[in-house]
């Protein structure tokens, strides 16, 4: 019997080869009809035989081209109209509450990486090589549908070559968007440090040059520009420091190939797969001592961040000519990355020695993301290129919402039906020109999703840009705004992207977020579902003295605790650490806690990692967020079991956790000579220690046995692993956070699943 269906799918299914796998599906079930792009996705009508349509829905679940993602497929009898030929239709936009996913950035493809190098084809050398399996997506797209006019590509007309592959629908390069060539596509070229252009040359061959002599190069990637130089160089990385003004912090690192990552890297087969997915993320490694790699790549750290080349002009770049190069953010400081051909020779003028240029533009800014394997699963530091805007899909519906996340680490989320979308990282709102790129991203993501929100969320503290934006625009546009709790969002992100039921113990573990009582939480034990979350234990509280300055300078958080530990005694304690310092200085802040200048209380379990970092000698100050307690996890050794004394206690109805105790051992060790690598280990034991303690007293007044981690603590590896693996030891279900990263970069997901769940 023959029927006709109408057929909704929608997923990623624009973009990726999806019109001509089910054109070859049509003709191997002799089906008739039509498909069309539109903003609901895909859509489909087919004639033919009830089997034949049934068999056809089954192989489109199962057969997918490798970038199609299908979340939805709606599927509708209608009466049969007879159907003779099968058409692809011109895309449309129709008024539909539907989404269109849009594709990340895909790295390019195994055919296309032959092809350039293949002498023969016609693309060969070509730096802007792609098909409809990788290229640019999201950086590139102005709007859906995603054809080519709403693109940045829409400029280039593709010569006849090009247009007849973009047409033949068994092409790989069927309705490839970026398809081009060296007749009709994008063309590199290379400028002086003035940015003047360079003729003559051929431009990627003289980047190179450049580089061998240690000069640095500007070089435009998918997402922004990137600062390079050789990172076997001394003089050239040092160089590239200074100029950043980035005493310490750690660059990227970017090889051709595994062999050579592993001449400086010990890699797992976990981190291959990671090094060598579509996404090309930066992968956190542990490096090899004594490697040709500069040690001024990342000083006193024991990982590197390394990534594998994701488009065709970085695989010309180092091609036979490097060990690895040096990759970092094109930026100054917390700014954003740069991405404007002409903004960027005005900005990193005197900085850059040649800027490696390109005249297709891109749309969607986005750096790149940086993962770390943590108990042999991937863990987000940064989730952006090559994953934005793939959305978090959660198991019910909730409201449309613009979640605007915090102050560090910047992301931002819009929701709607099952989806919550996480933009790219933005980064710090200290920094004007973020905060224009915070403001941008929501009107440009919100474009392209087509989702106009009711609600916006943001967190509670009055003072983040964040929070401010949203009571801003909550006026404007008469959106409701809800504020939620900064550690109350960490545990409900946990939730949403594992799709836990019910309630949980959430450990949320990071350096600050306002409390509901004015002091500054971080060290938090929670009750929590979608609904609400009550506080039911945390670190005991103490002075921060000098407030955001106490970040920086992690031994004033280091006097704190010893201060209100030992009172004036502590001069008489003879450490190294009191030594250190001018005793004038301990007295200003002796008088700043006493007297409750500047000093706000903390329970942060950041700030005491910072302060045993400092006690134990490892950093006093700081150059970039987090340096001292990764210099500590450095130097924690597996064999070591012992940890320090501790005191949890029962005040009203809260758990306090009291470190005094680990802090009188830490000095009695000090004071013995034990060296740092042992004080750092048994510091890291006991803080898991503490953690699990407390969830089994929680478990055993709750009965809740569902523990949700999250928090910026636990990109440690060391002490994620104790702790997840302790407590799956004690028969708790663990939950932790792979899909957005435990630090602020997830809090946004949480914001927008309790607002849009109310």
């Known amino acids: 019997m023959k029927i006709r269906e109408n057929i909704i799918i929608r997923g990623i299914v624009q973009g990726v080869g999806f019109r001509p796998f089910i054109h070859k599906l049509v003709r191997h079930y002799n089906l008739s009809g039509w498909i069309i792009n539109s903003n609901q996705g895909v859509e489909i009508e087919v004639e033919g035989e009830e089997e034949e349509i049934k068999d056809f829905l089954k192989d489109i679940k199962i057969k997918l081209p490798p970038l199609a993602r299908i979340e939805e497929i709606e599927v509708k009898l209608l009466p049969l109209i007879g159907y003779q030929d099968f058409l692809i239709k011109k895309s449309e936009i129709r008024k539909s509450n539907g989404l269109v996913l849009v594709s990340p950035d895909i790295c390019i493809c195994k055919d296309c990486l032959e092809e350039l190098f293949n002498p023969q084809d016609r693309r060969f050398r070509y730096p802007f090589i792609n098909c409809t399996n990788c290229g640019p997506r999201f950086t590139i797209i102005q709007d859906i549908p995603y054809d080519r006019e709403k693109t940045t590509m829409q400029k280039f007309r593709?010569?006849?070559?090009?247009?007849?592959?973009?047409?033949?629908?068994?092409?790989?390069?069927?309705?490839?968007?970026?398809?081009?060539?060296?007749?009709?596509?994008?063309?590199?070229?290379?400028?002086?440090?003035?940015?003047?252009?360079?003729?003559?040359?051929?431009?990627?061959?003289?980047?190179?040059?450049?580089?061998?002599?240690?000069?640095?190069?500007?070089?435009?990637?998918?997402?922004?520009?990137?600062?390079?130089?050789?990172?076997?160089?001394?003089?050239?990385?040092?160089?590239?420091?200074?100029?950043?003004k980035r005493e310490d912090k750690p660059f990227a690192l970017m090889s051709f190939n595994l062999e050579q990552i592993r001449q400086y890297c010990l890699i797992e087969e976990a981190e291959i797969a990671l090094l060598e997915s579509r996404a090309r993320p930066i992968v956190l490694l542990k490096k090899k001592e004594n490697s040709r790699i500069s040690p001024l790549v990342a000083p006193r750290n024991q990982c590197l961040g390394v990534m594998l080349p994701y488009t065709p002009l970085h695989y010309l770049l180092l091609q036979g000519d490097f060990l690895a190069l040096v990759m970092t953010s094109g930026n100054f400081g917390d700014e954003p990355i740069l991405f404007d051909n002409q903004e960027v020779v005005e900005k990193l003028e005197g900085v850059a020695d040649f800027f490696l240029l390109y005249n297709r533009e891109i749309f969607n800014r986005c750096d790149d993301s940086v993962v770390k394997i943590i108990n042999q699963e991937m863990v987000f530091f940064r989730r952006s290129r090559g994953y934005v805007p793939e959305p978090i899909v959660?198991?019910?519906?909730?409201?449309?919402?613009?979640?605007?996340?915090?102050?560090?680490?910047?992301?931002?989320?819009?929701?709607q039906g099952r989806y919550v979308f996480p933009s790219q990282y933005l980064g710090n709102?200290?920094?004007?020109?973020?905060?224009?790129?915070?403001?941008?991203?929501?009107?440009?993501?919100?474009?392209?999703?087509?989702?106009?929100?009711?609600?916006?969320?943001?967190?509670?503290?009055?003072?983040?840009?964040?929070?401010?934006?949203?009571?801003?625009?909550?006026?404007?546009?008469?959106?409701?705004i809800v504020k939620i709790q900064h550690h109350y969002a960490h545990i409900v992100s946990c939730m949403a992207e594992n799709r836990v039921k019910g309630r949980v113990i959430g450990v949320a573990y990071d350096g600050a977020g306002w409390g509901e009582d004015n002091y500054i939480w971080g060290g938090e034990?929670?009750?929590?579902?979608?609904?609400?979350?009550?506080?039911?234990?945390?670190?005991?509280?103490?002075?921060?003295?000098?407030?955001?300055?106490?970040?920086?300078?992690?031994?004033?958080?280091?006097?704190?605790?010893?201060?209100?530990?030992?009172?004036?005694?502590?001069?008489?304690?003879?450490?190294?650490?009191?030594?250190?310092?001018?005793?004038?200085?301990?007295?200003?802040?002796?008088?700043?806690?006493?007297?409750?200048?500047?000093?706000?209380?903390?329970?942060?379990?950041?700030?005491?990692?910072?302060?045993?970092?400092?006690?134990?000698?490892i950093r006093d100050k700081i150059s970039y967020e987090g340096q001292a307690v990764i210099e500590m996890e450095a130097l924690c050794q597996e064999g070591i079991k012992e940890g320090y004394s501790y005191l949890w206690e029962r005040v009203g109805n809260l758990f306090l956790?009291?470190?005094?105790?680990?802090?009188?051992?830490?000095?009695?060790?000090?004071?013995?000579?034990?060296?740092?690598?042992?004080?750092?280990?048994?510091?890291?034991?006991?803080?898991?220690?503490?953690?699990?303690?407390?969830?089994?007293?929680?478990?055993?007044?709750?009965?809740?046995?569902?523990?949700?981690?999250?928090?910026g603590v636990f990109q440690n590896r060391y002490l994620s692993e104790r702790i997840i693996n302790q407590l799956k030891e004690k028969g708790f279900q663990v939950y932790f956070q792979r899909k957005v990263p435990p630090n602020d970069g997830g809090i946004s997901l949480g914001q927008a699943v309790i607002a849009g769940s109310k």
């Not at 503290?461 to 964040?466: A, I």
């Not at 106490?550 to 201060?563: F, G, Q, T, V």
Request: glycine share 6%.
């Open 158 to 244: 593709m010569c006849t070559s090009c247009k007849s592959e973009y047409e033949t629908i068994d092409n790989r390069r069927y309705h490839a968007q970026p398809n081009a060539c060296n007749l009709c596509g994008p063309q590199v070229s290379l400028y002086n440090r003035k940015g003047r252009k360079i003729e003559g040359t051929e431009p990627i061959e003289e980047a190179k040059k450049y580089l061998k002599e240690g000069k640095i190069g500007a070089i435009k990637g998918l997402g922004g520009f990137h600062l390079a130089c050789d990172a076997t160089n001394n003089q050239a990385v040092l160089r590239l420091r200074d100029f950043k």
């Open 657 to 711: 956790i009291s470190p005094e105790d680990i802090f009188r051992e830490i000095v009695t060790d000090l004071k013995q000579g034990v060296n740092q690598a042992i004080l750092a280990t048994k510091f890291h034991n006991t803080v898991a220690n503490f953690t699990v303690s407390l969830c089994v007293k929680i478990r055993e007044e709750t009965q809740l046995n569902q523990v949700a981690l999250s928090g």
């Open 394 to 415: 959660l198991d019910k519906e909730i409201k449309e919402v613009l979640a605007v996340g915090g102050e560090l680490k910047n992301t931002i989320a819009l929701s």
């Open 429 to 480: 709102l200290q920094s004007a020109d973020t905060y224009e790129f915070f403001k941008e991203s929501i009107q440009k993501l919100k474009r392209i999703l087509k989702i106009n929100p009711r609600i916006v969320a943001c967190d509670l503290h009055p003072d983040y840009l964040s929070t401010k934006y949203a009571e801003e625009i909550g006026k404007q546009k008469g959106l409701e």
């Open 525 to 617: 034990f929670l009750l929590a579902d979608f609904q609400g979350y009550s506080r039911i234990g945390h670190l005991k509280y103490f002075p921060l003295p000098g407030g955001e300055k106490a970040i920086k300078e992690p031994w004033r958080m280091a006097y704190s605790y010893l201060y209100s530990i030992y009172g004036s005694s502590i001069h008489q304690l003879s450490l190294d650490f009191i030594q250190r310092n001018n005793s004038s200085l301990y007295h200003l802040l002796e008088k700043m806690i006493d007297q409750q200048i500047n000093s706000p209380l903390t329970s942060s379990c950041g700030r005491l990692f910072d302060a045993v970092a400092s006690l134990i000698g």
